[in-house]
């Protein structure tokens, strides 16, 4: 298990449109990228802070896991990613270790990504990404 | 306005010794330090992971503000802090750009740093904190 950084942080977000304005105009950052992923039902803005990513996740209908987050708990922190140097590696030793997967194989995320998550019940309630390049 | 990294994620966890476990033996990472934050009424535990830290949070009073998050929303990610190199400029920027501020001066916060939060009603939901070395 090598963890190297924090990847990106998640945020969920009612309007891509509104939210882009906040970081780039309050907090100074570059939307580097706008990104919808069909799957996840979800359109994606990125903006980069050291090391890590802010990914705004908009949904695209609201049966998608980020509509419901947002009924369900209101916009903002959906899930934090920690980068990986062996995606498949990690997911074994975590398994191994009683984490309850979301995804048993690594699947292709936002940026072309390998990506998996671990459920939230396994994780104190926080719903956690791996992610290798 | 200079935001330079993420300076950590703020976690609230019902049981600090139970969430170090995860951290450690499923993630990898090491708890380098343990603090008690009195006014906060808050335990903390951290572990450093590239450019950032994972801040962990335990409340040590029903009627602390992380006890109070729990009680609402359960356990889980609880806030970002931003690293910034003028907190003083920071905070007057975002003010002058019509964002409500919880700290309205710098105060001290865990690690003995300089910190201020934004009220979440102006971050699209997200508690955010701001804070200089």
Redesign the interface.
Known sequence: ??????EH?G????NLG??IK?YE?????TCYAVEEVADQKVKTAFFM????KIELLESTEPDGPIGKFIEK?????H??A??TTNLKEALKS?EG?G?QLIDKEPRKGAEGLNIAFLH?KS????LTELCEH
Chains 1, 2 share one sequence.
Do not use: R, W
């Not at 802070?49 to 890590?52: A, R």
């Open positions: 298990m090598n963890l190297t950084h924090i942080i945020i969920a977000v009612k509104e939210s906040y105009d309050v907090l100074g950052l802070i050291g090391q890590t708990k209101g916009e903002g922190i899930h934090i920690f980068a975590v270790k984490i939230p994780t104190n309630g926080v």
